[in-house]
């Protein structure tokens, strides 16, 4: 029986020697992270590496107060169709917090 992790423990369709992958990290602090997160993630980053990858930690130059205001958008929409079937009913919307609603 094959697990979860078999899915990627395959080889990969083609080299990816001299990609580029940036990753954004606590967004220079200004994210909070349980203690020992990010040191997991950047142990994980170092696989790329290993297989020519250039990995790097990039910050983008925009606001991140703009950043987290179209995400808390983005996802409203995403779990709007989820959470309407349950505010719809006096029963169901009780249970919900008030912010899904």
Request: hydrophobic content about 40%; some cysteine.
């Amino acid at each position: 029986m094959e697990s979860a992790g078999d899915l990627f423990s395959g080889k990969l369709g083609a080299s990816v020697k001299g990609k580029r992958i940036a990753w954004a990290g606590d967004c220079k602090g200004a994210l909070p992270y349980e203690p020992g997160v990010l040191e997991i993630c950047r142990e994980a980053l170092k696989a790329f590496e290993t297989l020519g990858c250039h990995v790097e930690e990039a910050m983008p130059d925009y606001p991140l107060d703009k950043v987290w205001d179209a995400f808390v958008k983005l996802r409203g929409r995403q779990q709007g169709g989820n959470i309407a079937a349950y505010a719809a009913y006096s029963r169901t919307r009780a249970l919900l917090k008030p912010e899904a609603i």
